[in-house]
T-cell receptor
Framework: DTGVSQDPRHKITKRGQNVTFRCDPI?????LYWYRQTLGQGPEFLTY????????KSRLLSDRFSAERPKGSFSTLEIQRTEQGDSAMYLC?????????FGPGTRLLVL | AQKITQTQPGMFVQEKEAVTLDCTYD???????LFWYKQPSSGEMIFLIY??????QNATEGRYSLNFQKARKSANLVISASQLGDSAMYFC??????????????FGQGTILTVHP
């Protein structure tokens, strides 16, 4: 039974660079979520896909952020022109119904 | 808007003892769900237990039980017979089952639990 996977697990980048993260959900799950978690806080919702359609985006998702889920399978989250404030853990979750299953997250550090 | 409050930044418990982690929520929606997640230092969020707003009985899952008091809007997690491996961050979260926000979890600030041998 394969869970949610995320790649990379860790990313260090310089301010101003672009980064892209990937999430592979559990195969039969049609819903996919991205959350951001800063140190000492709970995760905050970023965006939600049902199949390939992006149905909701948080105000936290500035125009430097873009997420895609082509063909309703894996998803990518891109951050353009990274800022130090983007340093956080980026969590992906998938679900088929009520319960969301989380991946291990991608820790981003922007220098 | 949904709001979740966890007032205990940190809790300590002796191994094999029970511990209660507090969670209160604020919603005007009659239909909602409450979740507890465990986050070890590795970072992965692990689902522990769920309580629906219309559930008549308190949820239980092994050593985890949820003390749901709807009128007080509280959903405290009780861990019985604590183990060293229970040391982690614990998050309470709510899910609003209405409108276009279905599926979006709103999390509290978390409580760090430390289990002493």
């Amino acid at each position: 039974d394969t869970g949610v996977s995320q790649d990379p697990r860790h990313k260090i980048t310089k301010r101003g660079q672009n980064v892209t993260f990937r999430c592979d959900p559990i195969s039969e799950h049609n819903r996919l979520y991205w959350y951001r978690q800063t140190l000492g806080q709970g995760p905050e919702f970023l965006t939600y896909f049902q199949n390939e359609a992006q149905l909701e985006k948080s105000r936290l998702l500035s125009d430097r952020f873009s997420a895609e889920r082509p063909k309703g399978s894996f998803s990518t989250l891109e951050i353009q022109r990274t800022e130090q404030g983007d340093s956080a853990m980026y969590l992906c979750a998938s679900s088929r119904g009520r319960d969301q299953y989380f991946g291990p997250g991608t820790r981003l550090l922007v220098l | 808007a949904q709001k979740i409050t966890q007032t205990q930044p940190g809790m300590f418990v002796q191994e094999k003892e029970a511990v209660t982690l507090d969670c209160t929520y604020d919603t005007s929606d009659p239909s909602y769900g409450l979740f507890w997640y465990k986050q070890p230092s590795s970072g992965e969020m692990i689902f522990l237990i769920y309580q629906g707003s219309y559930d008549q009985q308190n949820a239980t899952e092994g050593r985890y039980s949820l003390n749901f008091q709807k009128a007080r809007k509280s959903a405290n997690l009780v861990i019985s017979a604590s183990q060293l491996g229970d040391s982690a961050m614990y998050f309470c979260a709510t899910l609003w089952a209405g409108g276009t926000s279905y599926g979006k979890l709103t999390f509290g600030q978390g409580t760090i639990l430390t289990v002493h041998p």
